[in-house]
Each structure stands twice: as structure tokens, then as C-alpha cells.
């Protein structure tokens, strides 16, 4: 028994409800079991509960041994003293307190659950439920995969009010360095943010009649614009580069780009390219979508193609065969995911406009699910993910609550146990 298990326990009502008594043999009926609280103080919050004749209203509070009372000095503590109850899964001795009620638990829980509960901590397996996961009803996956998405865009959210902090709540800022970011992909995503943090959108704004320059600033301050440049193209962009550097004090960005075990049309230089590009072809594009109906209307932005010399080359100075680069399906959607829905969904929490909120999780239920080794372990485990949505909710159950063991925290778990809790023991 751990004390989460038994908070679990208590919280849910999962033992039996009765005839149960205090130390003191007084009969106790629970009404009302409390609110849980993690924060300081008892554990459970307005609680009712009637001792004998009286009906109390306070406070529970619960550990593995009545003893622990005394080690934890809850009599001083001005917290504890509107604590009603104190429940406690073994009773191995009187408090210092004989006033307060004790109510030992241990005989009243199912030893069922607890040994499942034992089972769950020890698999090995992908995750600690996965061969179990089909017997819970699809309504609780349905359910509790909803709320995991809203979970992982309120944690997305937590990062974007950072960042909002350091650009001094300036949304379009954050919104040009996440964007800069998602282009960078996973290799480089923080060398782009550190350029994008170099070069604020009023800055590039200027110089959106020319491409060259919007070139020049974000590949010379990617580093790519130095040491010794062969062709035409490059060289005019480094010249270009060397005034603009003068003209505005330009911070030097010291993360390095990589090209390694990366597809060609990923290149940081096509990249950068067509984030020129993009500068070029539109502007304002925070404000465009908070107002955006569609994504499709979205999508249309990004319908922009690197200059000409990317046409023929992925780097400087090699030549390739002729082909347009131009941000992919695929690429467009990782940006949906992983900026423009997140920037939406923060902007309708932070400023209190839920609509924007629901537009966020509606783009996302439109969108199609990845290709990850973890939603194919999940589906090999009989729950597909059947769209962006799920996969990530299911991502984010992986990472937040299976590797850590949170069963307790999860609704799958919860009903998992709640199987091995026969219905007359529940309260
Ligand atoms: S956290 Fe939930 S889904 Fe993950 S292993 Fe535990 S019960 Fe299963």
C-alpha cells in the first residue's frame, strides 16, 4: 500500500461502505468523502461525515498508520484543526489526539485491487495496462483522450506565456520565433528559433519587397552566408548580407545548422529559403489567424516556393536536379500540430475567448495522424489512433502517465481497478 493508493482509494470511494466504526466503536456514515487536495494542509477538503449522532463538515485526513499523525506533528499544525476524520489503512496505535476519530480501512479494501494494482507497477511491457487496455468501454478512451489533448495544448500553452514574457506580450513575436522553430524540424528547431530571435518581424517586415535580403538576414545569421562562396547567387547574397549586418547591429547566433541524416528538401537551407519566402508572400499572419475560418485558408500560405536558384541547388555551390521547393502536405500539417493550432488554442486560454479554443481542437480532430512508433504500439494494443487528435492525446498518455506509472492518475486505470472492486464495496 502506498499513501497515492490510498488517497486513490478514499477518493473514489473504493471500499466497503460499511458497517464501518471508529476506533472508539462509534458508527461512522460517510456523506460525503471531501475534495482532494494536493497542496498543503489535510488531504481532503469539506467533507460530512456522521459520527455516531453528529453530522461533522471538515476536513479528512489520511495515512498508512495512525502513528504518522504524531510524526508528522499534525496537533500543532493549525491547519489540521478543522480534521473531521482521521482515516488511516492500518490503526497501530492511540494519537496523541484521543479527541479525533480514527477509522482504520484495511479491513474494507479489496485485496483483488490491490494485487492488480502490484501487477500494473511491475509490467514490463510497452505500457503497464497494454494487455489489458480493450476491456475498458470505448466511452471512457473516447472521454479520457479528449481530455488529454486539452492537457497537452494547456502544457504547450504553459510555454508559449514564457516565451510571451521574454518578447514583452508581443503575440506576433512568438508566433514568427515558433513558427521559425516548427521550420527548423527536430534537428534544428533551436538554431531557428535562436535566428528568428535575432531578426523581429518589424525588422523582416521591412525588407519584404526583397527577397534577396530576407534571404541574406536569415541565412547569414543562420551562418550560412560565411567562408568561402563559389557561385553568382551565393557571393551577391553574402555581400548583401555584410551591409545588412553593419546597417543593423545584428546579434550572431552561435548554434550551429546541421545537414546530417537529414532529406535533402530539409535541408536548413531550403528551409530558410522558404521562410524567406514566406516573409515575402505574407504578412501579419498572427492576426490572420485568429480571424481564420478554414484552415484551408491556412494551408493557402504556405503555398510558397524558395527563389529560383533552389530550384537547382539544396545547398550552396551543388548543383541538383531541377525541383521546386516547396513546403510538403506533411511538412504544412507538423506546422498545423505544432504551431499554428498551439499558438490558437493559448491565445483563446490567455485571453479568455473559448471560441478560439474550440476552433483549435476542431482544426486539430482535421488533421491526420502521424507516423510515430508509439501510436503503433498503441495500435498493436488494439487503440488506433484515428486522427491527429488521438495520436496526440495518446502521445502525451505515454509520456506523462505510462512511463511514469500514474495509473492511479488515469482514467483507464481507474477503470481497470474499479473492475476489481465488487459493486456492493463501493461507496
Ligand atoms: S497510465 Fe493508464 S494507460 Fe498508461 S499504463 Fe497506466 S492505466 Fe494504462
New binding site residues.
Given amino acids: 500500500m502506498t499513501e497515492r493508493l490510498f488517497h486513490f482509494l478514499w477518493q473514489f470511494g473504493y471500499f466497503s461502505a460499511g458497517p464501518l466504526c471508529t476506533d472508539a466503536g462509534e458508527p461512522v456514515q460517510i456523506i460525503d468523502r471531501g475534495r482532494y487536495n494536493q497542496n498543503e494542509g489535510p488531504d481532503f477538503m469539506e467533507a460530512r461525515i456522521r459520527i455516531g449522532p453528529a453530522l461533522l463538515a471538515g476536513s479528512v485526513e489520511l495515512h498508512l498508520r495512525t502513528s504518522d499523525w504524531d510524526r508528522h506533528k499534525h496537533s500543532a499544525d493549525p491547519n489540521y484543526r478543522n480534521v473531521i476524520l482521521h482515516v488511516v489503512y492500518e490503526h497501530d496505535r492511540a494519537t496523541a489526539d484521543p479527541t479525533l476519530p480514527v477509522l482504520e480501512l484495511q479491513p474494507h479494501v479489496s485485496t483483488l485491487l490491490l494485487e492488480h494494482y502490484e501487477q ?1 507497477l511491475q509490467q514490463e511491457g510497452f ?3 497494454e494487455k489489458e487496455v480493450l476491456l475498458v468501454p470505448a466511452l471512457v478512451w473516447t472521454a479520457w483522450k479528449d481530455r488529454l489533448l486539452v492537457e497537452r495544448l494547456l502544457e504547450k500553452t504553459a510555454r508559449i506565456e514564457k516565451l510571451l514574457a521574454e518578447a514583452r506580450n508581443d503575440w506576433e513575436e512568438v508566433f514568427w520565433w515558433m513558427l521559425a522553430r516548427n521550420f527548423g524540424m527536430t534537428v534544428n528547431s533551436d538554431a531557428f528559433e535562436e535566428v528568428a530571435r535575432t531578426l523581429p518581424a518589424t525588422l523582416l517586415l521591412r525588407y519584404r519587397g526583397s527577397i534577396h535580403a530576407l534571404e541574406a538576414l536569415l541565412l547569414g545569421q543562420a551562418n550560412l552566408l560565411h567562408g568561402h562562396l563559389q557561385e553568382d547567387y551565393p557571393l551577391m547574397l553574402q555581400r548583401e548580407y555584410r551591409y545588412l549586418q553593419k546597417l543593423h547591429p545584428l546579434t550572431q547566433v552561435h548554434r550551429a545548422v546541421h545537414f546530417l541524416r537529414m532529406r535533402p528538401p530539409a535541408f536548413p537551407t531550403v528551409r530558410l529559403a522558404q521562410l524567406a519566402a514566406l516573409w515575402q508572400a505574407q504578412e501579419h499572419l498572427f492576426p490572420r489567424l485568429l480571424e481564420a475560418g478554414d484552415p484551408s485558408e491556412v494551408r493557402e500560405w504556405f503555398a510558397v516556393t524558395a527563389n529560383d536558384y533552389w530550384h537547382y541547388h539544396y545547398r550552396f555551390d551543388e548543383t541538383s536536379a531541377y525541383a521546386p521547393k516547396k513546403p510538403g502536405d506533411a511538412f504544412v500539417e507538423s506546422l498545423f500540430l505544432n504551431t499554428l493550432i498551439p499558438v490558437l488554442f493559448a491565445y483563446g486560454h490567455l485571453q479568455g475567448k473559448p471560441e478560439l479554443k474550440e476552433r483549435a481542437l476542431h482544426w486539430m480532430r482535421g488533421l491526420t495522424v502521424e507516423d510515430n512508433k508509439v501510436l503503433r504500439r498503441f495500435a498493436a494494443a488494439g487503440i488506433s489512433a484515428t486522427g491527429a487528435a488521438d495520436g496526440q492525446a495518446l502521445l502525451y ?1 505515454e509520456k506523462n ?2 512511463r511514469e ?3 492511479l492518475d ?1 482514467a ?2 481507474c477503470a ?1 481497478l474499479k473492475r476489481d472492486v465488487p459493486v456492493a464495496m463501493r461507496t
Fill in positions: 500494473l505500457i503497464p495496462c498518455l502517465y505510462c506509472k500514474r495509473c488515469c483507464v486505470g481497470l
